[in-house]
């Protein structure tokens, strides 16, 4: 059974940092694509990053050179460090999972976790 757990979201003032985790449990690394997804009330949900089962990483472009995404195959976790936080970036945050690096990035994981919440304050 996969299961993926997020962690480490709260609350944050703009310019603040964050890092999400995700662990993992029942899928490879090595054959997986992981990601982190949001929902902001009110909006639909938007791709944030990915990260291939090769370690290639691709972000939004609302968060280029501010959000890293990582992963420790030994830890089975992937991370989502979120720097220079803005308030636009409050919203819950999902990790998915998926042997199709396309059709996670179109949203489309097949294995996902139950979120957490990030609010940034002004």
């Known amino acids: 059974e996969v299961q993926l757990v997020e962690s480490g979201g709260g609350l944050a003032q703009a310019g603040g940092s964050l890092r999400l985790s995700c662990a993992a449990s029942g899928v490879t690394f090595d054959d997986y694509a992981l990601g982190w997804f949001r929902q902001a009330p009110g909006k639909e949900r938007e791709g944030v990053s990915c990260?291939?089962?090769?370690?290639?990483?691709y972000y939004a472009d609302s968060v280029k050179g501010r959000f890293t995404i990582s992963s420790d195959n030994a830890k089975n976790t992937v991370y989502l460090q979120m720097n220079s936080l803005k308030p636009e970036d409050t919203a819950v945050y999902f990790c998915a999972a998926d042997t199709s690096l396309g059709r996670l990035r179109v949203g489309g994981g097949n294995y996902w976790g139950q979120g957490t919440q990030v609010t940034v304050s002004s």
């Open positions: 990260i291939s089962s090769a370690g290639r990483t």
